[in-house]
Protein backbone atom coordinates (compact mmCIF):
# COMPACT_ATOMS: atom_id res chain seq x y z
CA UNK A 1 0.00 0.00 0.00
CA UNK A 2 2.94 2.62 -0.54
CA UNK A 3 1.03 5.08 -2.84
CA UNK A 4 -1.24 5.58 0.59
CA UNK A 5 1.18 6.08 3.16
CA UNK A 6 2.83 8.65 1.68
CA UNK A 7 2.46 11.14 4.08
CA UNK A 8 5.11 14.07 4.95
CA UNK A 9 6.95 13.48 8.00
CA UNK A 10 5.56 15.62 10.35
CA UNK A 11 2.16 13.51 9.66
CA UNK A 12 3.90 10.13 10.96
CA UNK A 13 2.39 10.72 14.86
CA UNK A 14 -0.87 10.78 13.18
CA UNK A 15 -0.35 7.99 11.33
CA UNK A 16 1.03 5.79 13.76
CA UNK A 17 -1.72 6.98 16.87
CA UNK A 18 -3.94 6.12 13.67
CA UNK A 19 -3.00 2.71 13.72
CA UNK A 20 -3.13 1.47 17.29
CA UNK A 21 -6.51 2.26 17.18
CA UNK A 22 -7.60 0.81 13.71
CA UNK A 23 -5.55 -2.14 14.79
CA UNK A 24 -7.17 -2.46 18.20
CA UNK A 25 -10.36 -1.86 17.43
CA UNK A 26 -10.13 -4.51 14.16
CA UNK A 27 -8.47 -7.19 16.25
CA UNK A 28 -10.82 -6.74 19.06
CA UNK A 29 -14.08 -7.04 17.03
CA UNK A 30 -12.61 -10.07 15.63
CA UNK A 31 -12.74 -11.39 19.54
CA UNK A 32 -15.95 -10.29 20.39
CA UNK A 33 -17.79 -11.45 17.22
CA UNK A 34 -16.53 -15.05 17.54
CA UNK A 35 -17.21 -14.79 21.68
CA UNK A 36 -20.95 -13.91 20.29
CA UNK A 37 -20.64 -16.84 18.48
CA UNK A 38 -19.52 -19.21 21.36
CA UNK A 39 -15.23 -19.02 20.79
CA UNK A 40 -13.75 -18.10 23.67
CA UNK A 41 -10.67 -18.62 22.69
CA UNK A 42 -9.11 -14.89 22.20
CA UNK A 43 -11.10 -14.29 25.58
CA UNK A 44 -9.11 -16.78 27.10
CA UNK A 45 -5.77 -15.60 25.70
CA UNK A 46 -6.52 -11.98 26.44
CA UNK A 47 -7.48 -10.63 23.66
CA UNK A 48 -10.41 -9.63 23.78
CA UNK A 49 -9.40 -6.28 24.77
CA UNK A 50 -9.02 -2.54 23.99
CA UNK A 51 -5.51 -1.99 25.14
CA UNK A 52 -3.61 -1.53 22.17
CA UNK A 53 -0.58 -3.67 23.34
CA UNK A 54 -2.72 -6.62 23.37
CA UNK A 55 -3.30 -6.42 19.59
CA UNK A 56 -0.23 -4.46 18.56
CA UNK A 57 2.91 -6.42 16.66
CA UNK A 58 5.99 -3.98 16.81
CA UNK A 59 7.57 -5.43 13.77
CA UNK A 60 4.49 -5.02 11.78
CA UNK A 61 4.07 -1.58 13.13
CA UNK A 62 7.65 -0.30 12.53
CA UNK A 63 7.05 -2.08 8.90
CA UNK A 64 4.09 0.23 8.11
CA UNK A 65 6.38 3.54 9.23
CA UNK A 66 8.90 1.47 6.89
CA UNK A 67 7.43 0.31 3.90
CA UNK A 68 4.12 1.50 3.75
CA UNK A 69 2.64 -1.69 4.76
CA UNK A 70 1.88 -3.87 8.78
CA UNK A 71 0.13 -5.89 10.37
CA UNK A 72 -1.30 -6.90 13.98
CA UNK A 73 -0.88 -9.80 15.97
CA UNK A 74 -3.60 -12.10 14.40
CA UNK A 75 -6.83 -12.89 16.76
CA UNK A 76 -6.82 -16.56 17.53
CA UNK A 77 -10.22 -18.49 16.32
CA UNK A 78 -11.23 -21.91 16.85
CA UNK A 79 -13.57 -21.85 14.06
CA UNK A 80 -14.77 -25.79 15.02
CA UNK A 81 -16.26 -24.28 18.38
CA UNK A 82 -18.21 -21.85 16.32
CA UNK A 83 -22.12 -21.98 16.58
CA UNK A 84 -23.27 -22.12 13.38
CA UNK A 85 -19.74 -22.52 12.15
CA UNK A 86 -20.08 -21.15 8.34
CA UNK A 87 -21.99 -18.13 9.46
CA UNK A 88 -19.79 -17.89 12.08
CA UNK A 89 -16.82 -18.02 10.43
CA UNK A 90 -17.81 -15.08 7.90
CA UNK A 91 -19.15 -13.24 10.35
CA UNK A 92 -16.23 -13.33 12.61
CA UNK A 93 -13.71 -12.44 9.05
CA UNK A 94 -16.38 -9.64 8.33
CA UNK A 95 -15.76 -7.89 11.79
CA UNK A 96 -12.81 -6.65 11.71
CA UNK A 97 -12.76 -4.67 8.14
CA UNK A 98 -16.59 -3.72 9.06
CA UNK A 99 -15.00 -2.27 12.28
CA UNK A 100 -12.75 0.00 10.30
CA UNK A 101 -15.74 0.96 7.77
CA UNK A 102 -17.37 1.80 10.99
CA UNK A 103 -14.42 3.90 12.55
CA UNK A 104 -14.33 5.88 9.04
CA UNK A 105 -18.22 6.57 9.23
CA UNK A 106 -17.82 8.16 13.08
CA UNK A 107 -14.95 10.43 12.25
CA UNK A 108 -16.11 11.46 8.80
CA UNK A 109 -19.11 12.33 10.82
CA UNK A 110 -16.79 14.08 13.64
CA UNK A 111 -15.23 15.82 10.84
CA UNK A 112 -18.13 17.15 9.05
CA UNK A 113 -19.93 18.29 12.32
CA UNK A 114 -16.87 20.16 12.65
CA UNK A 115 -16.61 22.08 9.19
CA UNK A 116 -20.51 22.80 9.77
CA UNK A 117 -19.94 24.66 13.78
CA UNK A 118 -16.20 26.07 12.54
CA UNK A 119 -15.96 26.24 8.67
CA UNK A 120 -12.86 24.25 7.16
CA UNK A 121 -9.49 24.86 8.63
CA UNK A 122 -6.07 23.50 8.35
CA UNK A 123 -5.81 22.33 12.10
CA UNK A 124 -4.35 19.34 13.78
CA UNK A 125 -7.84 17.68 14.38
CA UNK A 126 -8.66 18.13 10.80
CA UNK A 127 -5.28 16.58 9.62
CA UNK A 128 -5.76 13.83 12.06
CA UNK A 129 -9.21 12.95 11.11
CA UNK A 130 -8.20 13.38 7.34
CA UNK A 131 -5.72 10.50 7.96
CA UNK A 132 -7.75 8.63 10.40
CA UNK A 133 -10.49 8.29 7.90
CA UNK A 134 -8.64 7.44 4.79
CA UNK A 135 -6.31 4.86 6.93
CA UNK A 136 -9.49 3.31 7.60
CA UNK A 137 -11.21 3.01 4.80
CA UNK A 138 -7.56 1.16 3.01
CA UNK A 139 -7.81 -1.20 5.73
CA UNK A 140 -11.52 -2.24 5.05
CA UNK A 141 -10.67 -2.44 1.51
CA UNK A 142 -7.60 -3.97 2.01
CA UNK A 143 -8.55 -6.98 4.74
CA UNK A 144 -11.37 -7.95 2.07
CA UNK A 145 -9.30 -8.93 -0.59
CA UNK A 146 -8.85 -12.75 -1.35
CA UNK A 147 -5.46 -13.35 -0.29
CA UNK A 148 -4.30 -15.20 2.05
CA UNK A 149 -4.21 -14.56 5.28
CA UNK A 150 -6.03 -11.49 4.42
CA UNK A 151 -10.31 -11.36 5.94
CA UNK A 152 -11.62 -11.50 2.60
CA UNK A 153 -9.46 -15.07 1.96
CA UNK A 154 -11.38 -16.48 5.25
CA UNK A 155 -14.63 -15.35 4.15
CA UNK A 156 -13.56 -16.97 0.38
CA UNK A 157 -13.10 -20.27 1.74
CA UNK A 158 -15.92 -20.66 3.42
CA UNK A 159 -18.06 -20.99 -0.02
CA UNK A 160 -15.16 -23.08 -1.44
CA UNK A 161 -15.74 -27.14 -1.91
CA UNK A 162 -12.92 -28.91 0.34
CA UNK A 163 -11.23 -30.22 -2.58
CA UNK A 164 -10.34 -26.93 -3.77
CA UNK A 165 -9.41 -25.65 -0.21
CA UNK A 166 -7.24 -28.29 -0.23
CA UNK A 167 -5.60 -27.19 -3.41
CA UNK A 168 -4.73 -23.84 -2.16
CA UNK A 169 -3.33 -24.80 0.95
CA UNK A 170 0.45 -24.91 -0.37
CA UNK A 171 -0.62 -21.24 -1.45
CA UNK A 172 -1.02 -19.97 1.86
CA UNK A 173 2.54 -20.69 2.99
CA UNK A 174 4.35 -18.93 0.25
CA UNK A 175 1.42 -16.28 0.90
CA UNK A 176 3.83 -13.81 3.40
CA UNK A 177 6.38 -13.61 0.16
CA UNK A 178 4.02 -13.43 -2.48
CA UNK A 179 2.32 -10.32 -0.92
CA UNK A 180 5.93 -9.10 -0.06
CA UNK A 181 6.84 -8.82 -3.70
CA UNK A 182 3.39 -7.05 -5.09
CA UNK A 183 3.59 -4.81 -2.65
CA UNK A 184 7.46 -4.06 -3.14
CA UNK A 185 7.20 -3.90 -6.96
CA UNK A 186 5.76 -2.43 -9.76
CA UNK A 187 3.27 -5.76 -9.38
CA UNK A 188 1.27 -3.35 -7.13
CA UNK A 189 0.46 -0.95 -9.96
CA UNK A 190 -1.20 -4.05 -11.66
CA UNK A 191 -3.02 -5.56 -8.45
CA UNK A 192 -3.36 -4.07 -5.39
CA UNK A 193 -3.23 -0.58 -6.36
CA UNK A 194 -6.23 -0.28 -9.31
CA UNK A 195 -8.77 -1.83 -6.36
CA UNK A 196 -7.63 0.96 -3.88
CA UNK A 197 -7.97 3.82 -6.76
CA UNK A 198 -11.67 2.92 -7.26
CA UNK A 199 -12.68 1.86 -3.99
CA UNK A 200 -11.38 4.56 -2.03
CA UNK A 201 -12.77 7.56 -3.36
CA UNK A 202 -15.81 5.42 -3.58
CA UNK A 203 -16.58 4.68 0.01
CA UNK A 204 -15.26 7.83 1.35
CA UNK A 205 -17.64 10.09 -1.04
CA UNK A 206 -20.81 8.04 -0.32
CA UNK A 207 -19.83 8.68 3.54
CA UNK A 208 -19.12 12.04 2.56
CA UNK A 209 -22.38 12.58 0.96
CA UNK A 210 -24.06 10.66 3.94
CA UNK A 211 -22.84 13.79 6.17
CA UNK A 212 -23.54 16.59 3.61
CA UNK A 213 -27.45 15.25 3.06
CA UNK A 214 -27.71 14.70 7.28
CA UNK A 215 -26.12 18.53 8.37
CA UNK A 216 -26.43 20.53 5.16
Known amino acids: ?70 WAKPTPVNRYKLKKRRLGSICVSLAGPLSNLLLAFIATGIMMLLVKQYGYSDSIWMNFLGIFIQLNVVLFIFNLIPFPPLDGYQILTEFLPMRFRAKLQPIEQYAFLIFLIIALTPLYNLTIGPIFNFFIPKITQTIQHFFLFLFF
Open 1 to 70: MPSFFAYPLEMLPYVVVTILIAFTIHEWAHALTALAFGDDTAKKQGRLSLNPLVHVDLIGLLMIVIAGFG
